[in-house]
């Protein structure tokens, strides 16, 4: 029975994966000067919707919003109300939705011209770190190692990794078992990684020190210095060979 469970989870996130990739493009080719982020969000659940599945993050007790949108120095949980887009900002972009009863969740952070070079590469990095440890989601591997190949990606450049916030598994719960830090734990070692693994694999980093603070919303997290900060994030399947990115 338990295999057939996981073959239905594998066949209907192979299914969400892309029409969720698809949102979160269509969603960063909006951010431009003069853009809302109530237009963003608005965006957002016609396209889950015109896609045949429903927003994910509004499931989160408390929580109404189909995306969460983050600006400069703000990390995640972000509130999609009350701010626009400005020349020189980096935007960052979560979004999530369930697709036949599971979850997916992917994240996105793109640059606003004009920006230095300096910027540029710190997104840059920050993707490439999330590859790195993507790359680690494989058999013979743990958890800890998905972890430690983000935490080297970003800190090798000199930049914070977040300690206070971490990826998750994911499937039937936005965000289940194991958790999966952007700061390697010698105790998720531990934890092995095996074929049916669904994990959001996520790394926020900062470019400044990696403490954050939680904003007068209740809900978005910020750094307490003001510096800049980034998220990349997939859903990714673990299988018995390569990773498969299903938010592609």
């Known amino acids: 029975m338990k295999s057939q469970v996981?073959?239905?989870?594998?066949?209907?996130?192979?299914?969400?994966g892309p029409a969720l990739g698809r949102v979160k493009h269509a969603l960063a080719a909006m951010v431009k000067?003069?853009?809302?982020?109530?237009?963003?969000?608005?965006?957002?659940?016609?396209?889950?919707?015109?896609?045949g599945a429903v927003p994910s993050f509004s499931t989160v007790p408390g929580y109404h919003w189909a995306t969460c949108l983050m600006r400069n120095d703000e990390v995640c949980h972000g509130i999609p109300k009350g701010k626009r887009v400005e020349a020189g900002d980096v935007i960052t972009i979560d979004v999530g939705?369930?697709?036949?009863?599971?979850?997916?969740?992917?994240?996105?952070?793109?640059?606003?011209?004009?920006?230095?070079?300096?910027?540029?590469?710190?997104?840059?990095?920050?993707r490439q770190a999330v590859d790195k440890a993507i790359a680690k989601a494989r058999v013979g591997s743990t958890i800890y190692d998905i972890s430690r190949a983000m935490q080297k990606g970003v800190e090798n450049y000199g930049y914070g990794a977040?300690?206070?916030?971490?990826?998750?598994?994911?499937?039937?719960?936005?965000?289940?078992?194991?958790?999966?830090?952007?700061?390697?734990?010698?105790?998720?070692?531990?934890?092995?990684?095996?074929?049916?693994?669904?994990?959001?694999?996520?790394?926020?980093?900062?470019?400044?020190y990696p403490d954050l603070e939680v904003g007068k919303d209740g809900w978005t997290y910020q750094t307490i210095d003001g510096s800049l900060s980034g998220m990349f994030e997939e859903t990714v399947l673990v299988t018995d060979g390569e990773p498969e990115v299903l938010t592609k």
């Open 6 to 16: 996981d073959q239905q989870k594998i066949a209907a996130m192979r299914q969400g």
């Open 97 to 126: 939705l369930i697709w036949q009863g599971y979850h997916l969740d992917t994240t996105t952070t793109v640059a606003v011209a004009p920006v230095s070079q300096e910027v540029k590469d710190f997104l840059a990095r920050g």
């Open 33 to 51: 000067p003069g853009v809302t982020f109530e237009s963003i969000e608005a965006k957002a659940q016609a396209l889950i919707k015109a896609e």
């Open 162 to 208: 977040v300690y206070q916030l971490t990826g998750h598994g994911i499937g039937r719960e936005l965000h289940a078992w194991p958790s999966i830090p952007c700061v390697a734990q010698k105790s998720d070692k531990k934890i092995k990684v095996v074929p049916g693994m669904t994990l959001a694999i996520e790394i926020m980093y900062t470019a400044g």
